[in-house]
């Protein structure tokens, strides 16, 4: 019953949070400055072959000339029909390229997030069990480092290093694992270098809880202690916290794709923005609205699995745990 | 933490005026010179002097990342006091609108902005500034409701002060002492932003000696030039450092105090 | 509606992503090490030619009629042999016997119809006046309405490209490319991977390598990291400055060739800073090219010393006066048109200052790295220079918005293999996208295009070509800086390199590995 209601409101926001997100970027692309048409027509033919005489006949094609309500409206009863159109540069079906681009994307991105936890959990949970240590003091001090660092600079290091000087890895492409080692480690550094103080405060504060201080006075050593009764208390604010992070790798793989010539959601959308494709551009909001929806859908999933005194309060508040 | 924070505000202020050189003049027969007594950083490769371009870039990097922040604060603080005091349905709005534009990727929106109205100094500054605001505004809707249910407001309200008097007086105060920490690691963001948008080619225009643009002209050339390569680097990884670290203090602080 | 949709997409998107390794062809360990790797910065955008033909054309998937050698001679490509009639109107090409498309369908003048027609209707081809093209006993017939002299060469065009009846859908749109040339298309992955085959019914001697595997890299910064770690055999159009970077690694070496394209300056002659012809040449005078094409460049041979280079013969006149750097006589030719230096060194005349804002292309950075150093040079004499980079489709937007002030652009010359087809465009409109604006000259120059165009006598289009490059020099439409170094970064297991400097072909069918 929990789990329906959750479900159900989540998605219904999950829809309307895509469709605002959508129209809200139809208008920003009419509004920007520039003929949509020239920009298609630029990408299509490419520069040397920009003509007036072009860009006008992609304008009659794509029914560019035609009123900015009618082409909204055309859209989104498209839309109503699960049609997402084709995009203008390569005429090729919005939705088989979302596949394709989505599928490098995802694959790359749960890689790079499943491996930034597996440096950071057992990292953050030594730093967290023993605060002031030795270990907590230099993943601290690794951890800020990184995070001071542009994720294009930690690209070219690891490249520099693994790619050019080393060659054991390629230094960009895609289609094999090895090729995806070197951006998925860019993303996990940059991820974890967040997630290890998450992780360690998490783990400190759990440890100073009265439960545990009371599991030790039961006669349970620290450590099982900690086991027993710590461990899912400080799993919540890490998950939460995990699945927030998801929505940053979107943004990180705007220049990791572009570093690693990865055919990725980010170099595609911006390659989309660039030549003003519009169905493109909608199609790619659409996603990402729901995308963010729906990460935000399984981090309480997960919180009121972890926690089941959430489950009373998230029904009686008719909408997420974690949502304050 | 307070001597960090005035060498960055000396460095923004003064950084062009320490500059040895033009950073804009070039010397065509003097480029990608290793580091003399004359250059002390070597010069780039249209033979402009590095040291002076890093130091020249700091009211741009540092300057503009203060700049969006502040703009970005002052946007996400009228907003969030607006959400805690007025009414449901404007409070609903707001909050909907920020997690909506938090739902967008921070950079990709920035980059939509930048890249398309050409790349300067404003399109900028309203691309990061749309993208900072949400997370102060949700702070400062929590803060402001929970300062606001306190015992001094309550007797304020009784006393016949206005809401406007009572939020700028009692709390404002509270809210920007809540902001702080997160607008201090927020300007580190910013410069990261910024320079990662240099390095796309969409920042700010050349020959502006943006640090993020300076690594991006300087890459072809990384084993010929590798000082005037790292300088950039490390001013960035310096001033993000320099304002993670005050950020993190001021933020224990607080959390000390509390 | 859309919910359950878009929760499939995502999760099937899963599936196609971690099946992609398994997508192309598979080739075992052994076979991998006989592929060969290509790179460019150029994508495969779509299957039309009039869109990506330069793709099919560079790779060897198809063929036009005409064919243009690395030395600039018009051989014979899917036509053997041509011929015009007296009427100097009437074409007559033979079709190559025994030629067969890629799916085995031999080829037709049906087939050359279609194909042709289309890219006249794609205005790729719209110099061609054409009349109509008609079927002949052994090729095809094609009529202009009036005499071009140079029709052969329009006809190199990729997007003249010879495809077969099957590639078309139903929907008149190019659905698979099936070319006839000596490579055809396995596979594709995206629009950055392609597989190519040897085609064992090739018309011509069949290429030694039997497979080649090309990736699209369009950053410049990741084509310097694949080439600087040796993770390809040949990268077209690397990055100029990363040329040392390149050698200094030792597993790839960088050759360059002048190309037939030119980045020059071109000025809105209509405004009044640029419409006095001595502004104009004052500004040729003040630019260092060589200072730039060695520092910008690093090649210090590419400094333009006329719009094209010595590797279009026919279009380089050794007896023009060169372009050359004078600050001097620049100075000279500003204070004699009137304008005066104010007190901040920028020159004003009737309260107009001598400033304009610079557009480049922001997808070639070298663009505005050489406008910034033109910048410093232009001050010099008293010129302010802003700098912006835009999108490609920046600037015709800034000329049709009547705001283009000054452009800074690359531009080929050869998009056929006789650079009077971009001439004309370029030279004789009042509004061209990518050369004169407003020039007053461009009568003068329509009727030297006109004559060039309806002569068939090669010592009257000598002396024609002569005169065109000579108005040019004179009247500065456009500044030429430098010319083109094409780039190519090859692997030590390569031989047999040659460069197109018509980038026509990338020459595939030349190369071994050893």
């Not at chain 1, 005429?91 to 991105?109: D, M, N, Q, S, W």
């Not at chain 1, 998925?184 to 009265?210: D, K, Q, S, Y």
């Not at chain 2, 010069?43 to 969006?68: E, F, I, N, Q």
């Not at chain 3, 890219?119 to 052994?138: C, F, K, Y």
């Amino acid at each position: 019953m929990v789990w329906l209601q959750l479900v159900a409101t989540r998605l219904t926001q999950a829809v309307a949070m895509a469709l605002v997100l959508a129209t809200l970027c139809f208008g920003f692309v009419q509004a920007l400055p520039g003929d949509l048409a020239t920009r298609i027509a630029a990408a299509r033919v490419g520069e040397d072959r920009l003509t007036p005489e072009i860009a006008t006949r992609i304008r009659a094609q794509a029914g560019l000339d035609q009123p900015v309500l009618v082409q909204y409206g055309g859209w989104l009863a498209d839309l109503a029909r699960g049609e997402l159109g084709r995009s203008l540069v390569t005429g090729e079906p919005v939705v088989a390229e979302f596949r394709y681009h989505a599928g490098h994307t995802l694959v790359l991105g749960l890689l790079g997030w499943a491996l930034s936890y597996l440096i950071a959990l057992p990292i953050g949970l030594w730093a967290g069990l023993r605060p002031g240590g030795w270990v907590d003091r230099i993943s601290d001090a690794a951890a800020v480092l990184l995070a001071s660092l542009p994720p294009f600079l930690t690209g070219i290091a690891l490249i520099s290093l693994f790619a050019l000087t080393l060659t054991w890895l390629p230094p960009a492409g895609f289609g094999t694992w090895a090729h995806r080692v070197l951006p998925a480690l860019t993303l996990a550094l940059g991820l974890a270098a967040f997630a290890v103080p998450v992780i360690r405060t998490a783990v400190v504060e759990v440890r100073g809880a009265f439960y545990i201080t009371y599991a030790q006075i039961k006669g349970l050593g620290e450590t099982t202690a900690f086991r027993h009764h710590g461990l899912r208390n400080a799993a919540i604010p890490i998950v939460t916290y995990a699945a927030l992070q998801m929505t940053f790798v979107i943004d990180g793989f705007v220049v990791i794709e572009t570093l690693f010539n990865h055919p990725g959601l980010g170099a595609w959308l911006v390659k989309a923005l660039l030549a003003r494709d519009v169905p493109v551009i909608l199609a790619a909001s659409l996603a990402i609205g729901f995308l963010f929806s729906l990460v935000s859908l399984i981090t309480d999933a997960l919180c009121l699995a972890l926690d089941p005194r959430a489950r009373a309060a998230s029904v009686r508040l008719g909408r997420g745990w974690s949502a304050r | 933490m307070n001597r960090a924070v005035i060498l960055a505000l000396v460095l923004v202020v003064g950084g062009p005026w320490l500059a040895p050189y033009d950073p804009m003049e070039q010397n065509l027969l003097a480029v990608l010179l290793a580091p003399t007594w004359d250059h002390w950083l070597g010069t780039d490769h249209l033979g402009r002097d590095v040291l002076s371009r890093v130091l020249a870039g700091a009211p741009r990097s540092l300057g503009l990342a203060l700049g969006c922040v502040g703009t970005a604060v002052a946007l996400g603080c009228t907003l969030g006091l607006m959400a805690a005091t007025g009414g449901r349905w404007l409070g609903a709005l707001i909050m909907r609108g920020a997690d909506l534009v938090l739902a967008f990727p921070g950079l990709l929106l920035a980059l939509l902005l930048a890249g398309f109205l050409g790349g300067g100094v404003g399109p900028m500054l309203f691309g990061l500034t749309l993208t900072l605001w949400p997370q102060y505004a949700r702070m400062t809707q929590a803060v402001a409701r929970r300062a606001l249910a306190e015992p001094p407001v309550e007797a304020a309200r009784l006393a016949g002060f206005t809401t406007l008097a009572i939020l700028s007086s009692l709390v404002l105060p509270v809210v920007l002492r809540a902001l702080l920490p997160l607008a201090t690691l927020g300007v580190g963001q910013a410069i990261l932003s910024i320079s990662a948008l240099g390095f796309l080619g969409l920042g700010l225009r050349p020959p502006e000696p943006e640090w993020g643009a300076m690594i991006n002209d300087l890459l072809p050339v990384l084993t010929e030039a590798p000082v005037q390569m790292a300088a950039p680097c490390l001013a960035i990884l310096t001033a993000v450092l320099g304002l993670t670290l005050a950020g993190r203090t001021l933020l224990a602080r607080q959390q000390h105090s509390l | 509606m859309t919910l359950p949709m878009f929760g499939s997409v995502s999760r099937r998107a899963v599936l196609a992503g971690g099946a992609a390794a398994g997508v192309l062809p598979s080739l075992g360990r052994a076979d991998e090490r006989a592929v060969l790797r290509v790179a460019s910065p150029w994508e495969w955008t779509s299957n039309e030619p009039t869109d990506t033909g330069y793709l099919m054309t560079r790779l060897q998937l198809a063929e036009t009629l005409v064919l243009v050698e690395p030395d600039g001679r018009l051989v014979g490509g899917l036509a053997d042999a041509w011929a015009v009639d007296e009427d100097r109107l009437t074409w007559r090409f033979r079709l190559r016997a025994g030629v067969r498309f890629h799916d085995g369908t031999p080829l037709t003048a049906e087939a050359v119809i279609t194909s042709l027609t289309r890219a006249v209707a794609g205005e790729s081809l719209q110099q061609l006046p054409l009349d109509q093209i008609t079927a002949s006993a052994d090729g095809v017939v094609i009529r202009t309405r009036t005499p071009v002299g140079h029709l052969p060469a329009l006809l190199v065009d990729y997007a003249a490209v010879i495809l077969a009846p099957a590639s078309w859908g139903s929907d008149g749109k190019v659905q698979t490319v099936i070319g006839t040339g000596p490579y055809r298309l396995a596979g594709r992955d995206g629009q950055t991977m392609l597989d190519l085959v040897r085609f064992d019914g090739y018309w011509g001697s069949a290429p030694s390598i039997q497979r080649v595997r090309y990736t699209a890299i369009a950053n410049g910064d990741t084509r310097t990291n694949v080439a600087v770690a040796g993770d390809v055999d040949v990268m077209f159009t690397t990055v100029p400055a990363a040329t040392q970077r390149i050698n200094s690694t030792g597993r790839m070496r960088v050759i360059s060739q002048t190309i037939p394209r030119a980045r020059v300056l071109a000025f809105n002659a209509g405004l009044p800073q640029f419409s006095d012809v001595r502004v104009r040449r004052a500004i040729a005078l003040a630019v260092d090219r060589a200072g730039i094409a060695a520092a910008v460049l690093r090649h210090p041979a590419s400094a333009a010393t006329q719009l094209l280079p010595p590797a279009v013969a026919d279009w380089h006149d050794p007896t023009l006066p060169p372009l050359r750097t004078d600050p001097a006589a620049a100075t000279a030719l500003l204070e004699e048109a009137g304008w005066r230096r104010g007190a901040d060194g920028i020159r004003t005349k009737d309260g107009v200052r001598l400033a304009a804002t610079v557009l480049t292309i922001a997808n070639r950075p070298e663009l505005a790295v050489m406008a910034t150093a033109m910048q410093a040079q232009l001050k010099a004499v008293g010129l302010e220079l802003a700098v912006e980079p835009v999108p490609s489709a920046g600037i015709p937007q800034a000329i049709q918005a009547g705001t283009m002030q000054m452009t800074m652009f690359a531009r080929t010359y050869v998009n056929v293999p006789d650079p009077i087809a971009t001439i004309i465009p370029d030279f004789t409109r009042q509004r061209s996208t990518w050369g004169a604006l407003n020039w007053d000259g461009r009568t003068r120059m329509q009727a030297l295009t006109d004559r060039y165009t309806a002569s068939f006598d090669d010592r009257e289009r000598a002396d024609l070509r002569r005169q065109i490059l000579r108005l040019l020099q004179d009247e500065v439409p456009v500044t030429p800086i430098s010319w083109f170094e094409h780039t190519v970064a090859v692997h030590s297991r390569v031989r047999g390199l040659v460069i197109d400097p018509y980038e026509m072909r990338y020459m595939l069918h030349t190369l071994s590995l050893v």
